[in-house]
């Protein structure tokens, strides 16, 4: 007898629908074809198992399972539930009529006790869109699933109970949750807070204006000067996540796996500090079996690099060209794949190896043109795309302990969110641009004009401070940012001033 039923692929960040054929014939063989990886080989055994844990059999027949569309390449384990319940119903063991109305997918243990799987998102989201009536799926990812409006999720902990729903012995009430009220109860709910932080205003103020841009910014200082802790707050200032970039976001995590049992929608923006001992793999996305970098788990917001000349050149550079793109391509032989990267990079270092250089206190102790050696680790077109170089000093005794209360994340989020406002507006007839850090060099002498006097001034500092050529554009766009905070329509003198001041690596002789 020939049976069928329904599961899914995830390839990149979206689902693919894949029927399960199992047919039950004369002979002994248990042959599986669909181009399955050993993951999905493996279940025959599983499978095996499962059935006779539950009292059932498995035929002692000839069995072919097909993953259909068979030119495409399956991997995981996740087919063992649909390829479990297609037996039985092929062998008439079960009587299973609804199976074809819904998408399963699902791990078995050798009891018959269901497993979580990864990439349940982009599945009910397929699912939904294929018109199923429901999915089924083991209960610890039910939540995450039933993110997904009108689609019943069924959440199963173990073939028995798949069993027993098919056949109508019991009744299992779909998981229904309120996504907006999730979404609402959870949005901007940060452990990290910037009242928490003494001192370094001219830090904070650096990381407002990165925020309110979407500027990626350095930050220069000795150890111990507070350069991760501020790094961990930026998140918390960063305009509210909407609903379409959680889900975005929630995709993306659960294709990689990093949910968690019982997880739902994530409301707060992405924060990634990877080790500068990271692989470029791990860090862009890629492998075997492809998966997510954390430069898209950091998608819609920050990416965080302590200590950045002591990531491998390699490493780094792989990562220019995502941050053009605000994506990553994965190409293989027979499939390409697009993961989102749209994260904002916020790196850190030591302005030399000893970690003393330019101290106020301490003397420095490295050899002539060791401190240049270091700083030259990171190459150009990297640094080109950092808009912000931000020197962090040491906070004082007196500033640590003194009573001063410090501005808390929500009341530089609204300065900031009000920045983004304007921005949305100048560039909504531009799709594919949403804030100042995203605007082409061709478009600058539009929005970002400046009056004589403020040309006198950039032009005495870029001689002066011997900046670059490539410093010329950066000023203008976080000077427009500045602006922007200060709901200002035009750039004015002290919006450049201040935007001079954050580019330290650019000055000639700043290492020499």
């Keep these: 007898m020939l049976s069928k039923s329904f599961g899914a692929a995830v390839y990149g960040v979206d689902a693919r629908v894949i029927t399960i054929e199992v047919n039950v014939g004369q002979g002994t063989k248990f042959h599986m074809s669909g181009l399955p990886d050993n993951a999905v080989k493996e279940s025959e055994h599983r499978v095996e198992s499962a059935i006779k844990e539950n009292g059932l059999r498995m035929p002692r027949q000839k069995v072919v399972v097909n993953l259909a569309p068979a030119d495409i390449k399956k991997e995981g384990s996740a087919y063992d539930l649909p390829i479990a319940l297609s037996i039985l119903k092929a062998s008439d063991q079960i009587s299973a009529d609804k199976l074809e109305d819904y998408l399963i997918m699902g791990e078995l243990a050798l009891d018959g006790k269901l497993r979580p799987i990864k990439g349940v998102l982009p599945i009910a989201i397929e699912a939904r869109k294929n018109k199923f009536k429901g999915f089924i799926l083991p209960k610890e990812n039910a939540r995450e699933a039933a993110i997904v409006n009108d689609l019943e999720v069924i959440g199963v902990e173990s073939l028995k109970e798949a069993i027993d729903f098919f056949e109508g012995a019991i009744e299992i009430k779909p998981l ?115 998966q997510p970098g954390e430069i898209s788990l950091a998608h819609n917001g920050v990416l965080f690099l302590d200590e950045l000349p002591e990531f491998k050149r390699t490493v780094l550079e792989v990562m220019r060209q995502p941050m053009e793109d605000r994506k990553v391509t994965i ?39 060791v401190v240049q050696k270091y700083l030259s ?35 530089i989020r609204e300065r900031v969110v009000a920045a983004r406002v304007r921005q949305i507006d100048r560039f909504k007839e531009i799709k594919e641009i949403h804030c100042n850090a995203m605007m082409p060099s061709q478009m600058l002498k539009d929005v970002c004009q400046i009056n004589e006097a403020g040309k006198t001034l950039l032009k ?50 700043w290492a020499g």
């Design 176 to 290: 229904d949750i309120d996504t907006r009220d999730v979404f609402m109860t959870e949005v901007n709910t940060y452990s990290a807070d910037f009242k928490d932080v003494q001192g370094q205003e001219n830090i904070k103020r650096a990381l407002e204006i990165a925020a309110a841009g979407g500027h990626n910014a350095i930050m220069i200082g000795p150890p111990g000067a507070g350069k991760t802790m501020l790094a961990k707050r930026l998140a918390s200032i960063l305009p509210p996540l909407s609903l379409h970039e959680a889900l975005e976001t929630t995709k993306i995590h659960s294709v990689a796996g990093r949910l968690g049992d019982n997880a739902s929608l994530i409301a707060t923006r992405p924060y990634r500090a990877p080790h500068h001992t990271i692989s470029d793999v791990a860090l862009v996305g890629g492998g075997g079996n492809p």
């Design 331 to 369: 190409s293989r032989a027979k499939v390409s794949l697009d993961y989102p990267a749209n994260f904002m990079l916020i790196a850190s270092m030591n302005p030399c190896p000893c970690g003393y250089y330019n101290h106020p206190e301490k003397e420095c102790v490295c050899a002539p043109g």
């Design 377 to 411: 680790k990171i190459s150009g077109p990297l640094l080109d795309r950092i808009d912000l170089h931000v020197e962090v000093t040491p906070v004082s005794f007196d500033e640590m302990t003194a009573n001063r209360k410090s501005e808390s994340s929500s009341e």
């Design 460 to 509: 005495t500092a870029m001689e002066k401070l011997g900046l670059s050529a490539r410093a010329y554009d950066r000023i203008l766009k976080v000077s427009r940012t500045i602006a922007d905070l200060a709901d200002a329509e035009e750039i004015q003198i002290e919006h450049l001033a201040e935007a001079i001041q954050y580019r330290s690596l650019d000055r000639e002789g």
